[in-house]
């Protein structure tokens, strides 16, 4: 079984900060890519960042130069540091890891439980 295990969501005021942490255990072989999505009420989840096994990321373009993502092979963690935080950035926050699984080696994508940010004054 695979398990992911978020940390870090709360409420912080418009201009704060916040660090994620996802930490992925159990009968992992390899990690693909790992990633954030975002959801907030009324609309569709949506990808924030993500980073693959080599280090190459991808950011969505509203949160550009405010968030980064990063990784850590040995632990099987991802975490992402959001600065310059905006109301527009509330939503439940979903670690996303694309991992091969050791009993089968089948390849497939597992979600965190989520983890609620609201940017509010």
């Known amino acids: 079984q695979v398990r992911l295990v978020e940390s870090g969501g709360g409420l912080v005021q418009p201009g704060g900060s916040l660090r994620l942490s996802c930490a992925a255990s159990g009968s992992i072989f390899s990690i693909r890519a790992m990633g954030w999505y975002r959801q907030a009420p009324g609309k569709q989840r949506e990808l924030v960042a993500a980073?693959?096994?080599?280090?190459?990321?991808n950011y969505a373009d509203s949160v550009k130069g405010r968030f980064t993502i990063s990784r850590d092979n040995a632990k099987n963690t991802v975490a992402l540091q959001m600065n310059s935080l905006k109301p527009e950035d509330t939503a439940v926050y979903y670690c996303n890891v694309d991992l091969v699984v050791v009993a089968t080696m089948t390849r497939g994508a597992y979600w965190g439980q989520g983890t609620q940010v609201t940017v509010s004054s």
């Open positions: 980073i693959t096994s080599g280090g190459s990321t």
